[in-house]
């Protein structure tokens, strides 16, 4: 399979801070790829260096088959860029801020492109408003809309769903999915682990460095663990308790505590009795399928 972005020994320093540091990368043609990781994993740096936004300390950077360095500009004009921040003129219409980024990327019968986009975005009833009177997601919306209007090959998308509303997040991944149909090749970068399982492939970074990178079920089933999850009548102090006293990775969501073990039956009796022994009661458990949240920290705390 062709790779649309090749990256290879990629460093990245600001100051003592390594940002990016010794990633090698390659992303498909056609390919919905995720960089997740938490806020300082790189994630945005090395979005911004395939954009051309960002000069490299060191390394190879391929893009689009060219390398970046000496083919920028050309680079540039075949990809869409969406950034973590809304960058749009709100004083604008939706319709003017289109037509301004046509302009930018001088495509000059831009009517025909803008319609379909604002139907693909849903946003043709509200073309007419300006973009600072928009919701969260109207914002996204139409900066994915800007960031099309020249048909590039291949989207970078920053954080796309920060911070918007979960039914519009749900609408925008649909859009993503109707955009890899049409053979749009999409890389983006996400806090959000659940967001990740949608992608063909992802990339998990961490303090400048990639841990893992594969399908997402795949990095699940590679540690060969298992989850129990468990219910007790004081789930603080049994998160405290079994932190301190079991040899697990413990997690607490919610109501109920994951923790990721070599095998679920084999674990249960030492569990039971080191709650029982600090007077919490298991009150139910199950094993379930590890997450990619799971994974994340118990690849974190092994490389740690």
Known sequence: MES???IEQLHKSYGDVKAVNGINLKVNDG???????PDGAGKTTTIRILCGLLKVDSGLVEVLGSELKKNKKEIQNQIGYLSQKFSLYGDLSIDENIEFFADIHNVKDFQKRREELLAFTRLTPFRDRLAEKLSGGMKQKLALACSLIHKPKLLFLDEPTTGVDPVSRRDFWKILSDLQKEG??????????????RCNRVALMNKGKIIAVDTPQNIKTSIHKQVVEIICNDIKKAYTVLKEKYDADVQIFGDRLNLVVDNVEQSLGELRSILEKNNLQLISHRTITPSLENVFIHLVKKAS
Request: proline residues 4%.
């Open 184 to 197: 749009i090749t999409i890389l983006m970068t996400t806090p959000y682990l659940d967001e990740a399982e």
């Open 4 to 6: 649309i972005i090749k």
């Open 31 to 37: 390919e919905m790829f995720g960089l997740v990781g």
